[in-house]
């Protein structure tokens, strides 16, 4: 009689929980998409496209070591990644394999922060970043 009710328990709660994360992740990205109306009037929507983009260039502005964004978190979004710098493992960064990526403000201004510098040699625009998250929403 437990185990039915357990089971029953886990189907509502694991969706429950990738829901929490969904909203989280939109509160963030509609975050994004205000700072990117006051830089760019025009602004009219992110885009998966340009965020694969972002993800998959060869840059010449910043670290040797790390010319693209695929330098630590690999070709393939699904996969996991290692850090080119210090050899740690990195949790894939597609959101259907890691439900809870960017779903923590503090920690994706964080690492944006970080890793743009790192490969770009500069900071990220709000609509880079809210590209890049749309782009590994879909993945
Ligand atoms: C030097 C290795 C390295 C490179 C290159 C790198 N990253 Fe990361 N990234 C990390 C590490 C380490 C973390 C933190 C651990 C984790 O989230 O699994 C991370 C996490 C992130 C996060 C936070 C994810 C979350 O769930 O909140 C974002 C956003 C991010 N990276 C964006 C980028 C972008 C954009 C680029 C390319 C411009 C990039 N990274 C290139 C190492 C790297």
Same mark, same amino acid.
């Given at each position: 009689?437990?185990?039915?009710?357990?089971?029953?328990?886990?189907?509502?709660?694991?969706?429950?929980?990738?829901? !929490?994360?969904?909203? &989280?992740?939109?509160?963030?990205? +509609?975050?994004?998409?205000?700072?990117? *109306?006051?830089? %760019?009037? @025009?602004?009219?929507?992110?885009?998966?496209?340009?965020?694969?983009?972002?993800?998959?260039?060869?840059?010449?502005?910043?670290?040797?070591?790390?010319?693209?964004?695929?330098?630590?978190?690999?070709?393939?979004?699904?996969?996991?990644?290692?850090? !080119?710098?210090?050899? &740690?493992?990195?949790?894939?960064? +597609?959101?259907?394999?890691?439900?809870? *990526?960017?779903? %923590?403000? @503090?920690?994706?201004?964080?690492?944006?922060?970080?890793?743009?510098?790192?490969?770009?040699?500069?900071?990220?625009?709000?609509?880079?970043?809210?590209?890049?998250?749309?782009?590994?929403?879909?993945?």
């Amino acid at each position: 009689m437990i185990r039915p009710l357990l089971m029953v328990g886990l189907m509502i709660a694991l969706p429950a929980a990738a829901m !929490a994360a969904d909203a &989280r992740r939109d509160t963030i990205l +509609a975050d994004y998409a205000g700072q990117a *109306r006051k830089v %760019d009037p @025009a602004f009219t929507g992110f885009s998966a496209q340009r965020g694969e983009s972002l993800f998959r260039a060869k840059w010449t502005g910043g670290d040797a070591r790390t010319p693209s964004c695929t330098a630590c978190h690999t070709d393939n979004p699904k996969t996991a990644g290692q850090n !080119a710098k210090t050899g &740690r493992p990195i949790e894939p960064v +597609a959101v259907s394999v890691t439900p809870k *990526r960017f779903t %923590d403000m @503090a920690e994706v201004e964080k690492q944006f922060g970080r890793d743009c510098k790192s490969v770009i040699g500069r900071e990220c625009s709000p609509i880079e970043k809210g590209d890049y998250i749309t782009f590994m929403a879909g993945q």
